[in-house]
């Protein structure tokens, strides 16, 4: 026998048989038939010497001391007749502990073994204690408030299928009172409390915890829905797939095994994708999906077996139920495919279309090891879910193609949050004059006098590092192949041995633009398969390895040697993707202070540009103040991209530098939507002066000098006139006193571009 139940709540519990001998006590002075008076009085008498069964004990031991006694006395609530057939026993009330149990109730509880005890099913401590206060309010307070919560528990039998009891409790025997020194809430307190009902601290101020006497026992009955909870079960499931926050349930298998009672069961699932014919598992299930025979479909036949499979599975859209792998045909169990049965143990299988529109929208299987378990009732069964799983699927595919639209917008489109809503507009006005059957001409969208803003920082020197990690790799792969040809005694090596002298000798003294083409051509059409015939008949094992060391360093796409190009990739890539995470991270930042156009590239490092202006966003209040601000900004997050990557730059796999440059343009530009390249662009010849000036600064140097301007631990600013100047300075002076810039100050100025002069720039040190 369990303890009593641990949860905390508002009553002391105690168990008293006093209702129930009160009872006995009627029937023995005022029942008109003899015997049953007679009856009465023996029970009564039998427990006159036990005043703890009326008067209440919490202890129990007084179980175990008066159990034959108790069964005696509540004989007449569980009769003989019905004890096979009623799941049934006496109970404490509002707690786990039961005792005085039918045979078939003891017959469950023995079939979920010893160690097993009931627990009240998906029920919080917080909903108990609440639950408890309200039985207060209906049974003492008499407030007509119906606390009616379901009460379930789950019991495993015995081939450790879960069984769902809903629990019926009878409580004519149990009683409600206040504890000595208990307060009782008056009426506008109980009406707080009821329009709270989550609220749990408040409930236990004013039904604190032991403050009210529970006494008596109850009468549980429980009726056999397992079937019902699994399909309730099964539609919440299916329900409540989110890919904004993907987890699968892990008890999806668990919930079949219990609605088919079949103790060893198997679930898969692949969603059919019409337009390219083929299926697709669902990723986030993995772990508890096992798609045995759809994995076998999906990876063994070909595509157009696959094409006509699924093609006549449209067609006829029936279900294969097979309740006995042993008695298939034995002309089908000579098929190849028959193997992947006996492989996993399958015994009893089904295979479900399901259909929607006419339409293949995934295919389940259900598998088990015990034949005979999965049959056609069970399909049957599975029909008053199809209509969940239908739609529980099409929303899945309706949310994962609004994802897959998400992140075609987010990764691969320019069309920015701050200007969608003119897009939106302008698609709304489109539908609707469809909708009204009127002809309606996109307009183009565009935005007029914006101010810009512009900076990269650069991957110093990145072209040199390229080229010279090309020589090394080519050298390696000619010393490589110098190795491996001068273990191999034929004309062949020889001659190519002679080839590859020619080419180290290009490559480290006479480069052409075509020698790593001409390289890469022989070594494609005449020396790798020349090696690849040399490994099928070689017999001497060493240059066997050799020529397999060779190869497994070459870089299948091209043929060449590209670990250390690779590397230099690698870092790039890496550098580059932190870099643009900052300026991500910060341009939420940059969008609370005024709403702008945003766009960055990224290359050889991370460029970026915003456009500012009141065409943005019409509905806020715009000034010089705004772009005083985001230029504060930008200046701001580039030291703290430099900052960042000089903490990250010792873990690249090749030492890179960047250089930062901000330029400051005064002049208002206009920007339109491209709808061929399906991005923004600078507007007009006018505007394209910005874009010109933005590409002749990667490369510029100081004025008279050979120095470029930019240079790594540094930031430039380039501007046109004293004005912007001082405005600088002023951010710089602001950064230095928080020691994120250095006092090195250089004023300077840029050599003269095509068409350009006049440029100044201002270069100072990060700390």
């Known amino acids: 026998m369990a303890n009593l ?23 023995r002075y005022n029942d008109r038939l003899e015997y049953r008076a007679n009856y009465a009085e023996s029970l009564i008498e039998k427990t006159k010497n036990f005043k703890e069964l009326r008067d ?4 129990l031991a007084v179980f175990e001391k008066h159990k034959d006694l108790i069964r005696l006395l509540l004989a007449d609530l569980f009769p003989t007749g019905l004890t096979k057939n009623e799941i049934k026993a006496a109970g404490i009330p509002l707690t ?46 008499k407030r007509d408030i119906r606390v009616n919560m379901p009460f379930y528990y789950d019991i495993p039998d015995k081939n450790g299928i879960i069984k769902h009891y809903k629990i019926t409790v009878n409580s004519d025997f149990s009683y409600v009172y206040p504890a000595e020194g208990t307060k009782i809430p008056p009426d506008d307190i109980i009406d707080m409390l009821l329009e709270n009902m989550d609220d749990i601290q408040l409930w236990k101020k004013h039904f604190p915890s032991e403050s009210w006497i529970l006494n008596g026992f109850s009468i549980i009955s429980l009726v056999d829905c397992t079937s019902e909870v699994a399909l309730s079960d099964l539609k919440s499931t299916l ?7 993907p987890s699968p349930d892990e008890n999806l298998k668990e919930i079949f095994k219990s609605y088919f009672d079949v103790a060893e069961l198997n679930f898969g699932l692949m969603l059919f994708n019409n337009k390219n014919q083929r299926l697709e598992k669902l990723p986030i299930y993995d772990s508890v999906f096992t798609n045995y025979l759809l994995d076998f479909w999906l990876n063994t036949f070909d595509e ?3 094409k006509s499979a699924f093609e006549n599975i449209t067609y006829n859209s029936k279900p294969i139920v097979i309740s006995d792998v042993d008695k298939i045909d034995e002309e089908i169990k000579k098929l190849p495919s028959f193997h992947i049965l006996k492989d996993h143990q399958i015994n ?15 295919i389940m299987e259900f598998t088990s090891p015990i034949a005979n378990s999965l049959n056609g009732l069970k399909l049957k069964k599975l029909e008053f879910v199809a209509d969940m799983i239908i739609f529980s699927l099409t929303r899945f ?11 075609i917008q987010r990764e691969y489109t320019t069309i920015h949050d701050s200007v969608i809503w003119k897009f939106r507009n302008e698609a709304e006005r489109y539908l609707n004059a469809y909708l009204s059957k009127k002809i309606y001409t996109l307009k183009e969208i565009s935005f007029k006098n914006l101010t810009p803003l512009f900076s990269f920082s650069d991957i110093r020197s990145s072209s040199d590092k390229r080229f010279n990690l090309m020589l090394e790799d080519l050298n390696q792969q000619i010393d490589g192949l110098h190795e491996v040809m001068t273990l191999l005694s034929s004309s062949n090596a020889e001659k190519y041995l002679l080839a590859l002298d020619i080419f180290e000798n290009e490559l480290n003294n006479e480069i052409k633009a075509d020698t790593e083409q001409r390289f890469q051509r022989l070594l494609r059409d005449d020396i790798h398969p020349y090696l690849q015939g040399q490994l099928e008949v070689q017999n001497d094992g060493i240059i066997k390895d050799k020529i397999k060391n060779y190869f497994s360093q070459v870089f299948v796409q091209n043929d060449l040697f590209y670990a250390n190009r690779k590397n230099l990739d690698d870092s790039i890539t890496l550098l580059n993707r932190k870099l643009a995470d900052i300026l991500d991270q910060k341009q939420v930042i940059a969008q609370e202070i005024f709403p702008h156009y945003f766009e960055r590239f990224k290359s050889d490092g991370v460029e970026h540009n915003l456009y500012i202006g009141s065409n943005v966003a019409p509905e806020l209040l715009y000034s010089s103040k705004v772009v005083h601000e985001l230029r504060f900004w930008q200046l701001e997050t580039i030291c703290t991209m430099e900052h960042e990557f000089h903490l990250f730059k010792k873990d690249l796999p090749i030492s890179l530098d960047i250089a930062s440059l901000i330029f400051v343009y005064n002049e208002k530009i206009d920007i339109r939507f491209r709808m061929d390249e399906k991005r923004f662009d600078v507007d007009g010849a006018f505007n394209s002066n910005f874009e010109i000036i933005k590409k002749r600064l990667e490369k510029a140097n100081v004025k008279d000098s050979t120095e470029r301007i930019t240079c790594p631990g540094k930031i430039t600013i380039v501007y046109f006139g004293m004005e912007n100047q001082r405005e600088y300075l002023q951010y710089i002076n602001r950064l230095q006193k928080l020691n994120i810039l250095k006092a090195d100050v250089e004023f300077l100025k840029v050599e003269d571009l095509q068409g350009i002069t006049g440029l100044l720039a201002i270069r100072v040190s990060f700390v």
């Open 56 to 59: 209440g004990f919490q202890d």
């Open 304 to 306: 157009e077996i696959r």
């Open 96 to 141: 786990n502990l039961t005792f005085n149990y039918t045979e078939r109730f003891q017959n469950i509880l023995n079939d979920a073994g010893k160690d097993f005890e009931i627990e009240f099913r998906d029920i919080s401590d917080d909903e108990y204690y609440i639950f408890c206060c309200c039985l207060i309010l209906q049974t003492y307070l």
């Open 348 to 362: 009893s299988f089904m295979v479900i279309p399901i259909m929607k529109d006419g339409e293949l929208l995934a």
């Open 5 to 27: 139940h641990k949860k905390e709540s508002p009553f002391q519990v105690f168990i008293s048989f006093k209702k129930y001998l009160d009872v006995l006590e009627h029937i």
């Open 397 to 407: 595919s309706y949310e994962r193609n609004n994802q897959i639209e998400a992140i």
């Open 239 to 245: 329900i409540k797939i989110d890919l904004e926050n």
